[in-house]
């Protein structure tokens, strides 16, 4: 249903620290948040994930590239699970997500309830990202073969390198699911705070 971006991981094969300038996005909810995302890699390591079509052009990266102080590799296939979907229907489409449950240490009635955010998507419009496998109640396959819907996995978001309830990465972090709108989020400062992605 959804074809996966071209991710790549660069490693150093110089004897210097080196710097990627991703064009990731670096809009949040708050301005303080706004910063230009650097990655950078010591001396024969290797970096997470990367958006291949992000990297490709970014200030320093022809040096790079054309000098051989990187090796960029293909990450092998993988299901992007972070999508936007687009209403190609001429009516509203809505569907729900399953919120994530932080993890409590004696559960209760009223934390085992399954909780539940509705999108309403207007005709031509996307929705937020949203995680695929938290979606219930909608036979996306169908609507998609009928062409209602179109799924477009979230360019900039990559394979978790982290185990569960990590679902993604995202340059330097691991991307996990907001508990209030199910939404993509990093987890960012001292004390940690959630920011969305």
């Known amino acids: 249903m959804t074809t996966s971006p071209r991710f790549v991981t660069v490693t150093n094969n110089s004897d210097k620290i080196i710097t990627l300038y991703p064009d990731l996005p670096t809009r949040t909810r708050t301005k303080k948040d706004d910063q230009p995302i650097e990655i950078k890699i010591a001396p024969r390591e290797k970096s997470r994930p990367l958006p291949y079509d992000l990297l490709s052009g970014t200030k320093d990266w022809q040096a790079l590239v054309s000098g051989g102080r990187i090796l960029v590799e293909d990450v092998p296939p993988w299901r ?98 907001c508990y209030e709108c199910g939404q993509p989020i990093v987890i960012r400062y001292q004390p940690p705070r959630p920011i969305h992605i």
């Open 80 to 177: 992007p699970t972070l999508v936007n979907i687009r209403n190609l229907s001429s009516q509203p489409v809505s569907f729900e997500v399953k919120l994530p449950r932080p993890k409590k240490r004696e559960p209760s009635k009223a934390s085992s309830a399954t909780l539940r955010k509705r999108y309403k998507v207007r005709p031509q419009k996307f929705s937020p990202r949203v995680h695929l496998d938290s979606i219930v109640k909608l036979d996306l396959e169908s609507l998609v073969r009928e062409k209602t819907l179109e799924v477009k996995p979230v360019p900039y978001i990559g394979p978790p390198v982290a185990n569960p309830p990590c679902v993604g990465s995202f340059g330097n972090d691991d991307v996990y699911l």
